[in-house]
C-alpha cells in the first residue's frame, strides 16, 4: 500500500512541477535567494519531495528484496533439514539391513567351518583349529600356522657382488607355529617388455626347520646379473605341518620385487594368475 501512495505522490509532484514551471520562477537581482519566485521555490519543494518519495521507496525495495531473501533461505534450510532427516533415516536403515545380513554370512562361515574342524577368530582375523576328544567335546582351540613372506621387506636386495645379485627371504609362520615344509620357490623373470621367463626353482626351506608362532626365518638366494629383468616374481608353491605334524597345510603364493625401488609385495587376481601361467604351461 505505502509503494502504491509512494508512486501516487511522486506522480501528482511531477504534474504540478511540470504545470507551474511554464511561468517566471527566476528575475535577476542582487540577492540570489531573492532572485527565486514563489513558483520557483514551490518547483524546489516539490522536486525534493520527489527525490524524498523516490529515496523512502527505494528503501522499501531493498526492505522488500531482504525479506524475500531471508524467506527464501529459510526455506531452503527447511528442505535441508528435511532431506537430512530422511537420507538420517535411510543410511541407519542400510547399516541395520547390512548389521543383520553381516551376521547372517559370519553365522553361516562359521557353521562351516565348524563341519571341518574350524573356528573363526574374528578378533585376531584367523582360523583357529578345534581339537577334540573321543567323545566329541573341544579340549583345545589351535589356530592354524600361514606361511607367508614378511609383510615387512619380505624380499630385500643385499648386495651385488662378483656379477650375481645377493637376495634375502623373510619368512614368517603367522598365528602359530610350523616344520616340516616341502616347498619350491619359483624365480619368474619380467623384462622392460613384459615378457615374462622361468629363472630357476630355489628349495629354501629344510623340511625339519622350525619357525615359531609369528616368528621368522631368514633364507638367502642370488643369480646372475645378466638376468635381465625390471621385476622378479617368486611363486611359493608346497606343503608343511604344524609343530606337531598332526595337520598338513598348503601354500601357493605369489610376490613380486620392483627393482627400481627394492619394493615387495603379494600379487592377487589376475596379476597373480598371468605369472602362475608361467610354470603352469
Known amino acids: 500500500m505505502l509503494e502504491i501512495l509512494l508512486i501516487i505522490g511522486i506522480s501528482i509532484f511531477a504534474s504540478i512541477s511540470s504545470i507551474i514551471s511554464t511561468g517566471d520562477i527566476y528575475k535577476k537581482q542582487n540577492n540570489i535567494f531573492k532572485s527565486i519566485t514563489y513558483k520557483g521555490w514551490l518547483i524546489i519543494a516539490l522536486n525534493l519531495g520527489i527525490i524524498t518519495f523516490s529515496i523512502i521507496q527505494y528503501m522499501g525495495n531493498e526492505k522488500k528484496l531482504d525479506l524475500k531473501e531471508l524467506s527464501a533461505k529459510e526455506e531452503q534450510q527447511k528442505r ?7 537420507y538420517d533415516i535411510a543410511l541407519l536403515e542400510m547399516k541395520n539391513k547390512f548389521d543383520s545380513s553381516n551376521i547372517n554370512v559370519i553365522a553361516t562361515v ?11 577368530d574374528s578378533t585376531n582375523m ?3 583349529e578345534l581339537i577334540r576328544d573321543s567323545t566329541n567335546n573341544t579340549l583345545i582351540e589351535e589356530s592354524a600356522p600361514i606361511l607367508k613372506l614378511s609383510h615387512i621387506n619380505g624380499i630385500d636386495l643385499q648386495k651385488i657382488e662378483n656379477n650375481r645379485c645377493y637376495f634375502k627371504l623373510t619368512m614368517c609362520s603367522y598365528d602359530a607355529g610350523s616344520t616340516g615344509y616341502e616347498c619350491k620357490f619359483h624365480l619368474i623373470m619380467e623384462d622392460s617388455l613384459k ?10 626351506l629344510r623340511y625339519n626347520e622350525r619357525i615359531s608362532k609369528n616368528g621368522i626365518l631368514e633364507v638367502y638366494f642370488d643369480f646372475p646379473i645378466t638376468y635381465l629383468y625390471k621385476y622378479f616374481y617368486i611363486i611359493l608353491k608346497g606343503s608343511y605341518y604344524n609343530m606337531d605334524k598332526t595337520k598338513k597345510y598348503y601354500v601357493n603364493d605369489t610376490y613380486f620385487y620392483n627393482k627400481s ?6 600379487l592377487l587376481g589376475d596379476s597373480e594368475k598371468r605369472i602362475n601361467d608361467v610354470i603352469n604351461n
Not at 535441508?80 to 530422511?86: F, N, P, Q, V, Y
Open 80 to 86: 535441508d533439514s528435511t532431506l537430512k532427516a530422511k
Open 110 to 120: 562359521s557353521n562351516v567351518l565348524g563341519k571341518y574342524g574350524y573356528k573363526l
Open 126 to 128: 584367523s582360523l583357529v
Open 195 to 204: 615378457n615374462l621367463a622361468l629363472g630357476k626353482t630355489l628349495e629354501l
Open 261 to 266: 625401488g627394492n619394493q615387495s609385495g603379494g
